[in-house]
């Protein structure tokens, strides 16, 4: 318990810290579109998999539990858009992503805490919280969001092809029930959860890599503890998102 009220404080001091000797923000603007294209580009190819198959999957076992000929097929389509919007694009994939990119910014921040260039930094009077974590929040903050937005459309995509290719439902079918009783809430609520994730899987991780002590073996006990803690996280605000909005 102490130990865990000493990392939050740990964590709120070095998110404070971020903003305690602001400069000019130009120095960091090529640190900022280098860590979009890391994030943005780097994740790209696993979203879209993960995408395209989670949404040809849920087509086909939502066709096999829906085995009742009162529900008409359309219905099948409904299930797939709300629960990609609601769940399936922004927390799974996120919790992918705490994993690819949560445990990539520990280990980058893990090597330079043990390889001393924070330190060198530090006394060259730079605010390595500021240089360091702060590009990598805002671009998780931007990219991330955008990933989540592009696996929304994947997944439905993924849906509508397993579901057409298979003849489970045909075209016209699956495009009324995409448009059938849409609530524009369930999209903003799916990105809300995502910019809440990308906050958690950014700072989580540059947390536990900023602050890492020792070795090559600390580096990596620390990476799999950021995603550890990232992806509790995540589904701890999945929950309270869940219900305070819905």
């Known amino acids: 318990m102490i130990k865990g009220l000493e990392h939050f404080g740990k964590y709120l001091m070095m998110l404070g810290g971020m903003f305690s000797k602001p400069e000019n923000m130009r120095v960091y603007w090529k640190e900022f579109i280098h860590q979009c294209y890391e994030i943005g580009i780097g994740s790209m190819g696993i979203v879209v998999i993960i995408s395209v198959f989670l949404g040809a999957v849920t087509t086909v076992q939502t066709a096999y539990q829906l085995i009742s000929p009162l529900v008409q097929k359309y219905v099948i389509a409904q299930i797939i858009r709300d629960s990609t919007f609601l769940e399936l694009s922004p927390t799974v994939v996120c919790i992918v992503l705490a994993g690819v990119i949560g445990s990539k910014i520990a280990s980058e921040l893990g090597n330079m805490r043990v390889s001393e260039q924070i330190d060198a930094l530090e006394i060259m009077g ?8 702060l590009p990598k929040i805002v671009a998780s ?16 995509w993924g849906g509508y092809l397993a579901g057409t290719f298979s003849g489970i439902i ?4 699956f495009t009324q029930g995409l448009m059938k009783d849409f609530v524009p809430f369930n999209l903003t609520f799916g990105l809300i959860k995502s910019f809440t994730f990308a906050f958690i899987i950014s700072s989580v991780s540059a947390y536990f890599g900023y602050y890492v002590k020792g070795g090559a073996l600390e580096i ?27």
């Not at 903050?141 to 439905?156: A, Q």
């Not at 799999?224 to 509790?232: A, D, E, K």
């Open 220 to 246: 990596g006990q620390s990476s799999t503890r950021s995603v550890v803690v990232s992806c509790i996280l995540i589904l701890f605000a999945d929950y309270g998102l869940a219900a305070l909005l819905l």
């Open 170 to 173: 045909s075209e016209q079918q």
């Open 126 to 133: 730079i605010n390595t919280k500021t240089y360091l974590i």
């Open 141 to 156: 903050f931007i990219v991330i969001p955008c990933l989540i937005t592009i696996s929304m459309f994947l997944s439905v």
